[in-house]
């Protein structure tokens, strides 16, 4: 049987229940970095008298997922296995897609746990989400990947979160302001930590105080969604493709719709 359990992601108290008691009944965990993994089970037994006892830590990152699985027989999960990400909810932002693909195929039984997840309590935060959202995770590091990528969030007709690094959450922050400086923003850092700060406003408003901010920790954005987008009948990338008009036309709308650079999408559409 294979368990993929939710960790905190910053009180320990969060930790479920019924994640204990799981816990309790594998021999073997997978996981991220099994420091972490060694370091939370300890501290689990010391704070709730747990009691949990786990005879093998596997290594199992973004780096070497794939290649674990594509040893893996299905005799492997007779004893009961966890996967644990560093923190929050296997497979958002995190490994364990490889190995949920892995026991639909063959036929595993698994559970996931319910648990900790960073971007849902940053949603819900925000008091931007009344139906719809949509979940970006990282965005790319730098260059136009990432412009692109900045530029997808702002065009969505649902808020959008972003998780974001303390090396980056100013830039980003600042980026979003340059675009659209009355975007309402809503960031958090360092949930259900004890030094975790929550900034809401314009994107100009959000930036002005992180200058004079702590912004050590990780973070999590929530976009408000663009209401022009949202109001507006929306225009398919198939419907610009299907005009009659010239490339280069074509492909500055279609540049506007997906963010993409005028460049590329002039590439695609003449080669």
Request: aromatic content about 8%; some cysteine.
């Amino acid at each position: 049987m294979l368990y993929f359990i939710p960790t905190p992601i910053g009180n320990l108290a969060d930790i479920s229940l019924r994640a204990l008691s799981t816990l309790k009944e594998c021999s073997v965990i997978l996981c991220e970095d099994t420091r972490i993994s060694k370091s939370l089970i300890t501290l689990l037994n010391q704070r709730f008298d747990a009691r949990i006892n786990i005879d093998k830590f596997i290594s199992v990152h973004s780096h070497n997922e794939a290649e674990f699985v594509s040893n893996l027989t299905p005799s492997f999960f007779d004893k009961n296995v966890a996967y644990l990400s560093d923190a929050g909810m296997p497979g958002i932002s995190d490994p364990g897609a490889g190995l949920v693909k892995y026991a639909l195929k063959n036929g595993i039984e698994f559970e996931v746990l319910a648990g900790a997840n960073a971007a849902l309590i940053a949603l819900v935060s925000s008091g931007f989400c009344e139906k719809e959202f949509v979940f970006l995770g990282f965005l790319p590091n730098t260059g136009t990947q990432r412009k692109e990528a900045l530029q997808n969030a702002l065009n969505q007709p649902y808020p959008a979160i972003i998780y974001e690094s303390p090396r980056r959450i100013v830039p980003l922050i600042s980026n979003i302001a340059q675009i659209d400086p009355s975007r309402e923003i809503f960031a958090i850092k360092e949930i259900s930590k004890k030094f975790q700060n929550k900034f809401f406003g314009s994107a100009q408003t959000v930036l002005d105080k992180l200058e004079n901010a702590n912004i050590d920790g990780e973070w999590c954005v929530v976009l408000g969604a663009n209401e022009l987008a949202k109001n507006t009948e929306r225009i398919s990338i198939d419907d610009i493709k299907s005009l009659d008009i010239a490339p280069k036309q074509k492909a500055k709308l279609l540049s506007k719709l997906t963010g993409k650079s005028v460049k590329s999408v002039y590439a695609e559409l003449t080669t």
